[in-house]
């Protein structure tokens, strides 16, 4: 038994130490051309994290970038999970500081919109398709997106407006991530009366 305990601990030592070995350094490589990708201000590291986009016709990204501010200098944060993303453009992105995660949800597939919500850990690089509960949004892309934390420091995902399956929406959403947890701000009479996209 105790044998066996200490291979566990071995093996996971082992995982770890391959985990903190796999950012590749940063480079003057930049990510290939592209539009309606996302970006998010990373503070803790003073860098800027990028995913996805689209590079014309059918050719959506799925890939994860980093700009480190200080250095001036790019840096391709590829995943190790086997799971991750499909290839998208016109969704949203969030640093979660306190965690060092990016959260990603929504945007145009070339099958369609989308509704899923995506965790990716910045520092094991692991993807996490998260389980959303609440009033779930219905798939879009090209809402306007930005975060905050309310007076209990809870950090608050922010989504605006943009383009559902063939029509505009002026929806707000708001997703708390402590409780995963999705709720619809109702519309009232002092919401804009007309839809944007691409804010
Ligand atoms: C960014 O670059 C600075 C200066 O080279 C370095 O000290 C820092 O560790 C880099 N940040 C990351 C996230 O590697």
Redesign the pocket.
């Known amino acids: 038994m105790k044998r066996l305990l200490w291979y566990l601990h071995f093996f996971s030592t082992i995982k770890v130490l391959a985990f903190s070995y796999s950012r590749l350094p ?1 480079t003057d490589s930049p990510p290939s051309i592209r539009q309606y990708a996302c970006a998010d201000y990373y503070t803790k ?3 800027l994290i990028i995913f996805g986009g689209n590079q014309g016709s059918d050719i959506n990204f799925n890939d994860v970038w ?1 700009f ?1 501010l ?2 001036n ?1 790019w ?1 391709s944060l590829t995943p190790i999970s086997t799971t991750y993303p499909n290839p998208r453009m016109f969704h949203g992105c969030w640093i979660d500081d306190d965690n060092s995660m990016l959260y990603i949800f929504g945007g145009r597939s070339n099958s369609g919109p989308l509704n899923d919500l995506w965790r990716y850990d910045l520092v094991n690089l692991q993807w996490k398709q998260i389980d959303q509960k609440g009033d779930i949004p219905s798939a879009r892309s090209a809402f306007a997106w930005t975060k905050y934390k309310d007076s209990d420091g809870n950090l608050k995902l922010v989504s605006f407006a943009g383009f559902l399956k063939d029509e505009y929406t002026n929806e707000l959403y708001i997703y708390d991530v402590p409780s995963s947890t999705w709720t619809k701000k109702p519309a009232g009479t002092q919401l804009p009366p007309v839809s944007y996209i691409s804010h």
Request: proline content about 0%; hydrophobic content about 30%.
């Open positions: 940063f590291e003073n860098s980093e480190n200080t250095a200098l840096n």
